[in-house]
Each structure stands twice: as structure tokens, then as C-alpha cells.
């Protein structure tokens, strides 16, 4: 049987299109909102009642599924109660969309975060001259370096760059290489720069840094153990004794995105419209 082309583009046809669309959107999403909750537990029992359920029924095991179906009849009302913390969680990250005028957080926002962290952690060890040598991957890859470290896969937070960095701990020699908006590895080895050009009283660490500036676009960040002075270094070019507004401006024009200041039409309109509740 064949289908003509008036078949196939039909209103029915796209609108069971859209209707699968809408419910693998539905789907994907939740699985976004509960995965790594206890939630994920949870699911996996009620498709074990189900299977039993199933099971109970095709071998005529009649009390084992009078019970069952007692137990179903009831599972909306106990869904709604066992995953009450992810339902809210749902709503209010579907209340925060940008559609809405909401406040979903941005890649913007996602690098401001960022910053800071390293801002809290460079303050932090700059004050007490803790040595640091901390390297941010750009568009080069990074992996010949990161198979000389060893592997963290962590969030950047301020308090663990201060860890790490502690004297006389196991990872606070060699450098940190962070991709992603994670700490991919410590204890990483660097090429070492042999620019005459250097400054005598710079020492291993501003070598590395600019080291592996030549060789690739990444953005290397350097407090000196001696001095408590920031270094920051890329494409060949250091910039040495940064105060915290320079090297925090040079980071925010380097990471944050420019992004799009018009607001569409829709967004206005329903802005308006969903702002009435809002605390002024």
C-alpha cells in the first residue's frame, strides 16, 4: 500500500507528528529533573509493580492482582506525594524560562559564576602567597596535558582551588587545567617558555604559564608564591602584577559571552502579563 503526498504531509499526520515530539520533549525533561535524585529509586519501583502486575495477571493469580490493582489504583495520589519535591522542582524550573520572562540562568550568568569562584580562590591565595598555576582550556585541546595530571572531573569551586593549592598537599605542585567549567585535572605538567624575553625574577610557574600560552590559545592564571602578585598569560603575552579589577575585568571580556539585549516581541507580551505576581 502506498501513501500519496497529500497523505503524508496531512493534518493528521503532522499533528501525530507533533504529538510525539511534544511527548519525547515531556520525557526528556523529566528525566533531566529527576536524574540523580532518590526519585530515580523510586520509578524503578513502580515499573516493578507494573511488571508484576502484568505477570500476576497472564498466570490468573487472582488475589496477588486483586492486590495489585489496590496498589495502582492509588499510585497517582502516591506519586504526587512521593515526588512532591521533584514536581515542585519541575514547576519552577519551567516558571524561570526565559519564555516567560524568567530568570533561567544564562551561559552569561553560568561564566560570571565561574569567575567569581576563581576570583574567590586567587584573592584567597594571593593574600597569604600561596602558589597557584591555574590553566582554562579555550578552542585548542588541552589533552596532551591533561594525561600528565590526575583526573578530579570537578565543579570549580573557590574553597576546592584553595584545597588544592595548600603547600605541602599532594596536588598543589604542578597545574590545574579546567574545561568545560570543571576541573578536569591537577598536578598537571606544562611546557616551560625559554623566552629571553622573561623577567629574571619570575620563576617556574610564570615559565609554565607562558610555556603553554605559546602553544596553544588557553588562559593561564598565576599567583605568585613569592610576591602574592597575579600573572595572567595567553597567545604568548603576559600581563604580570594584576590588581583584582584588572584581571577580573580582562576575565569577564575572555569568558563571558556577548549576548543579545533585544527582547522579542512574545517575550514583552507575555513579561508583561506574568510579572503581575512578582515582588516589586
Not at 45 to 56: E, H, N, P, S, T
Not at 90 to 115: A, C, D, K, M, Y
Not at 208 to 231: F, H, K, P, Q, R
Amino acid at each position: 500500500m502506498q501513501l500519496s503526498f497529500s497523505q503524508i504531509f496531512s493534518w493528521q499526520m503532522l499533528s501525530n507528528l507533533f504529538d510525539v515530539l511534544i511527548i519525547w520533549y515531556l520525557v526528556y525533561n523529566l528525566i533531566l529533573v529527576v536524574r540523580g535524585t532518590k526519585a530515580v529509586q523510586l520509578a524503578k519501583g513502580l515499573v516493578f509493580i507494573f511488571l508484576a502486575r502484568f505477570v500476576a495477571g497472564y498466570f490468573g493469580f487472582h488475589a496477588f492482582t486483586y492486590i495489585l490493582d489496590q496498589v495502582l489504583s492509588w499510585t497517582v495520589i502516591g506519586c504526587v506525594v512521593i515526588f512532591q519535591p521533584e514536581i515542585r522542582r519541575g514547576l519552577e524550573h519551567l516558571g524561570r524560562l526565559p519564555w516567560f520572562n524568567g530568570q533561567e540562568t544564562t551561559e552569561s550568568q553560568v561564566q560570571i559564576n565561574f569567575i567569581h569562584e576563581l576570583d574567590k580562590a586567587i584573592q584567597y591565595m594571593s593574600k597569604r602567597r600561596i602558589g597557584a598555576l591555574i590553566t582554562i582550556q579555550q578552542d585548542t585541546g588541552l589533552d596532551e596535558y591533561v594525561e600528565t595530571g590526575i583526573p578530579l572531573d570537578s565543579t570549580v569551586t573557590g574553597e576546592l582551588l584553595i584545597n588544592i593549592f595548600i603547600p605541602n598537599t599532594p596536588l598543589h605542585d604542578g597545574a590545574v587545567i579546567i574545561n568545560n567549567n570543571r576541573i578536569a585535572v591537577a598536578a598537571a605538567y606544562l611546557p616551560l617558555s625559554d623566552n629571553n624575553m622573561i623577567p629574571k625574577e619570575l620563576g617556574t610557574r610564570h615559565r609554565a604559564a607562558i610555556g603553554i600560552s605559546e602553544v596553544t590559545d588557553a588562559i593561564t592564571i598565576v599567583v605568585s608564591e613569592e610576591t602574592g602578585n597575579v600573572t595572567i598569560t595567553k597567545n604568548g603575552h603576559f600581563y604580570v602584577d594584576m590588581s583584582q579589577d584588572e584581571y577580573m575585568k580582562y576575565l569577564t571580556n575572555a569568558l563571558v559571552p556577548k549576548e543579545e539585549t533585544k527582547v522579542s516581541w512574545y517575550r514583552r507580551i507575555i513579561g508583561k502579563f506574568w510579572t503581575w505576581g512578582a515582588d516589586r
